[in-house]
């Protein structure tokens, strides 16, 4: 009768040990899953600052875009919970001389997915203010700056939380950038 009472105690506890071990996996699972990324990036609004300064260089035909010397991004970004997003970015380009300046709003909407801690966006809508051209740039040539910005805004990144408050996004050709909770 008394192995039969041990016997039932340590099933008691083999299940109770197996319970905690289930719990603790998905503890786990939790924390380093995609979901507690994607709940993160919709609890905040955030914001992203770069500065290039672009090396001049003898070009083969004639373009203003080789006269420019400085690009200044600045972008807010939304991530909703329904998995779309809004960015609004202001770039500011600057020619050699720095009276020529060029401002461009940049406005998009579009979709967003967290997939194995990578951040993959999609752009549904996308539209853009020039003010202060002053003939830096023709045409063509803002047409060729917002296409390149479509594509790199198409990019699937790399997520990697550095704390609460800010997220490094790594692109595949290894550029990076970081978003900083407001």
Same mark, same amino acid.
């Given at each position: 009768?008394?192995?039969?009472?041990?016997?039932?105690? +340590?099933?008691? &506890? &083999? *299940?109770?040990?197996?319970?905690?071990?289930?719990?603790?996996?998905?503890?786990?699972?939790?924390?380093?899953? !995609?979901?507690? +990324?994607?709940?993160?990036?919709?609890?905040?609004?955030?914001?992203? #600052?770069?500065? *290039?300064?672009?090396?001049?260089?003898?070009?083969?035909?004639?373009?203003?875009?080789?006269?420019?010397?400085?690009?200044?991004?600045?972008?807010? #970004?939304?991530?909703?919970? =329904?998995?779309?997003?809004?960015?609004?970015?202001?770039?500011?380009?600057?020619?050699?001389?720095?009276?020529?300046?060029?401002?461009?709003? +940049?406005?998009?909407?579009?979709?967003?997915?967290?997939?194995?801690?990578?951040?993959?966006?999609?752009?549904? !809508?996308? *539209?853009?203010?020039?003010?202060?051209? =002053?003939?830096?740039?023709?045409?063509?040539?803002? !047409?060729? +700056?917002?296409?390149?910005?479509?594509?790199?805004?198409?990019?699937?990144?790399?997520? !990697? #939380?550095?704390?609460?408050?800010?997220?490094?996004?790594? *692109?595949? =050709?290894?550029?990076?950038?970081?978003?900083?909770?407001?």
């Amino acid at each position: 009768m008394r192995t039969n009472q041990k016997s039932s105690a +340590i099933k008691q &506890w &083999w *299940s109770l040990g197996l319970l905690f071990m289930v719990c603790l996996g998905s503890l786990w699972y939790y924390t380093a899953s !995609d979901i507690k +990324i994607e709940q993160m990036l919709s609890a905040h609004k955030w914001q992203s #600052v770069s500065v *290039s300064e672009i090396e001049p260089r003898e070009q083969t035909h004639s373009s203003n875009l080789q006269n420019l010397q400085r690009l200044e991004s600045t972008s807010q #970004v939304i991530f909703l919970p =329904n998995k779309t997003f809004s960015r609004f970015t202001h770039l500011t380009l600057e020619s050699d001389d720095s009276e020529n300046v060029l401002q461009l709003h +940049i406005s998009e909407t579009g979709n967003w997915q967290v997939s194995g801690k990578y951040l993959q966006t999609e752009i549904t !809508d996308i *539209s853009d203010v020039v003010s202060g051209n =002053n003939g830096l740039l023709n045409p063509e040539e803002l !047409d060729y +700056i917002r296409h390149y910005y479509i594509i790199d805004s198409k990019q699937s990144r790399k997520l !990697d #939380v550095l704390n609460n408050k800010s997220i490094l996004l790594t *692109s595949l =050709n290894n550029g990076s950038s970081i978003l900083v909770a407001q």
